[in-house]
């Protein structure tokens, strides 16, 4: 399969070493691969490399500064944390490796580091001796039992002159490398029917009834779950959203078509998850012709329920593993279990939309997803990273199963 980073957010952590001018060439390749890539240089870096260089690059203003009032104030060191899908410090320094181990918060990519809520990657580049060190070795083995993945470095000439580990991993193999970084496989062989975005419900030929979803939270979805190796089916009203790569888009307009092409679809799907805002009515009769003004102060338009979509699939026989969403604005988790039981869904996922900076149309989200016996809290992140969080829930409860 072709690697992408289609719609990925790459925070690019650049530390002081030679291997500093090979970011410039990583910028490139993580752009060419589809990703939004965003740079934060350590002082030491800025000695090998101007900032200036990497900000024409990355289309990007730099950030170096922790404690830049104007900079902080464009975007905080807790804003890029959680703007970032992914953090690749790269060269990662000798230094910069120890700080991390530390948990020093001493200059802004390390702070950005701590207060990270995605993955973070290291691409260790120094010296042969410097790579041999104890004190290295120790300080990589921690990180790596934390979770932190370690690219490279390759063995080869030096800048000193010393032959031997250290070299950064080419820009072009680490771009892979990263990309990779997005695949789990926690869905491999299972195929996902995915609905996301509004209906629209016809009032006449020009007019419709609709609502403000932008379909992002589907279409992260459909993304994730390619991404964990599964085949993904995305039924989606209209959007605006780029269809992610290796996802079949089935385009529905009304609430109707949704159902019909679920329902044509759904016994291929061995997990269904419903995140469209679907219309609850549409018109009874839809006008063959514009409607006039008749002169009146008011109009009625009669309406009629649609199908519920997502409990239709839940209530067939061999029903698949079936996710719903609860937008709520009070007494959210109690209102999304009760969702949960009466259209007989496996998971729910409860989004809090009383905070208008999360949710609807926007590009973050913090939801509690629910099982009848499991409650996990996803704080406030990037739609894909959810996406991600979500696909790894369901696939732990494919894998273990409702505990009883
Ligand atoms: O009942 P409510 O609209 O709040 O339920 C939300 C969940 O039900 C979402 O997962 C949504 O996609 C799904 N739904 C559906 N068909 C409908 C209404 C909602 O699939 N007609």
Not at 58 to 64: A, D, F, L, R, W
Not at 113 to 120: F, M
Not at 157 to 172: I, K
Not at 350 to 373: E, K, M, Q
Request: net charge negative; glycine share 6%.
């Amino acid at each position: 399969m072709m690697k992408n980073l289609m719609n990925r957010r790459i925070l690019l952590g650049v530390s002081g070493g030679i291997a500093a001018y090979k970011s410039a060439e990583l910028i490139r390749r993580l752009q060419d691969l589809g990703a939004d890539v965003r740079v934060v240089m350590t002082r030491a870096a800025q000695e090998f490399i101007t900032p200036l260089t990497l900000q024409a690059l990355s289309g990007n203003p730099v950030h170096v500064d922790l404690l830049d009032p104007a900079a902080e104030a464009a975007m905080g060191h807790i804003e890029l944390a959680r703007w970032a899908d992914l953090i690749v410090v790269a060269p990662a320094s000798a230094d910069v490796i120890a700080r991390l181990t530390l948990g020093k918060g001493d200059d802004l990519l390390t702070t950005v580091c701590l207060a990270r809520r995605c993955d973070l990657v290291v691409a260790p580049a120094m010296n042969e001796a410097m790579w041999h060190n104890q004190t290295t070795q120790d300080n990589l083995q921690v990180l790596k039992q934390r979770g932190i993945q370690q690219i490279g470095p390759a063995s080869g000439g030096q800048a000193c002159g010393d032959v031997g580990m250290g070299r950064m991993s080419e820009p072009s193999q680490l771009a892979v490398e990263i990309a990779n970084c997005f695949e789990s496989g926690e869905l491999a062989g299972k195929t996902v029917m995915i609905t996301a975005g509004p209906t629209r419900e016809a009032i006449d030929p020009v007019r419709y009834i609709s609502n403000h979803s932008s379909g992002k939270m589907g279409y992260a979805l459909a993304q994730a779950a390619v991404d964990a190796g599964a085949k993904v089916v995305l039924v989606s009203g209209p959007t605006t959203l780029a269809c992610p790569e290796h996802v079949e888009r089935i385009d529905v307009v009304s609430a109707q078509q949704m159902y019909d092409a679920c329902m044509s679809r759904v016994q291929d799907a061995d997990i269904v998850v419903a995140s469209a805002a679907v219309a609850d009515f549409r018109p009874v009769t839809v006008a063959e012709q514009k409607m006039k003004k008749t002169g009146q102060e008011t109009m009625t338009i009669e309406m009629v329920k649609n199908p519920d979509i997502v409990a239709s699939i839940a209530a067939l026989e061999t029903a698949p593993f079936v996710v719903g969403f609860a937008a709520e604005t009070n007494d959210v988790i109690a209102y999304a279990k009760y969702k949960m039981q009466r259209k007989k869904l496996n998971m729910i996922i409860a989004n809090d939309v009383s905070d208008a900076s999360i949710g609807f149309n926007t590009d973050h989200n913090a939801v509690t997803v629910l099982t009848a016996d499991t409650q996990q809290t996803l704080p406030e992140a990037s739609k894909f990273q959810l996406a991600q969080s979500i696909v790894t829930a369901i696939s732990k409860e494919l894998t273990n199963g409702p505990s009883s």
